[in-house]
């Protein structure tokens, strides 16, 4: 890649740094910062990591799923979840990055979780570790903008998503994947994985192995079953943040499933 492809139009740049919008750059000007973007960290911009928010009469790019599912791939990250806890009506999770470098990033994620329960407190709780991850997986890379679990939260922000055409092989470097067979599920407490598959299908299959053992114990009663459940789902948050769309809607809809037979065992117990 030649050096004159490799920076930015000076007059994008003039844009960014004076008024921190995108609003005033044509359509032609926009794609070339979005793929500017794409290329500072090696996204493959057929994909759409990005989109654009309109804030304040002001544009710019957030981060969607997309993106945080690829550079956690590409630049081989890891992620830990060190801490949970509930402040009045905030839950927080906060989630450590480490890079096959070993350097380290930790950043959190919080939602209210005021007059929650059941499914509604269980969606809350995924949905803080969810941003936790994202954001620190975000701040880790460098990229210093908003992901797409912080864009639901502000108001009278409208998305736009940007119709950029990937330009031809020779003016962007192929991003190749890194293939990772080390899909592994873990139980709750466990030093040792509970099973370890190749693919992200299989890896849900093994999920769904855990949540079986689990629903079907003899020694555990229905409350029991639930707790050492919702734990499972939040001790393999991080590794469900690296699942590619298909297999995560597969995966979310067998967590609704279980937990709803879960909860309604308990609730017909209860009567």
Known sequence: MSESRALLDPKIQESLVLRGDLSGLNQEQKKEYYLFRCRQVGLDPATKPFDLLTLNGKEVLYANAS?????????RLSTQITHRESLDDIYIVSVRVTGSDGRISENQGAVSIAGLSGEKLANAILKATTKAVRRSVLAHIGLGMLDETEVETIPDARRTHVDVTPPPPVQIEEVKPIEINDWKVWAPGASEPYSTWKTPASWVKGMHDMFDRITLSPKLNPEAKLETFKKSVN????????????????????????QGGLTKRINSQEQ
């Open 67 to 75: 993106a945080t599912q690829q550079l956690c791939s590409l630049h």
């Open 235 to 258: 001790v393999n948050a991080p590794t469900a943040e690296r699942l590619p769309t298909s297999e995560f809607e597969a995966y979310d809809q067998l967590i609704r499933r279980v």
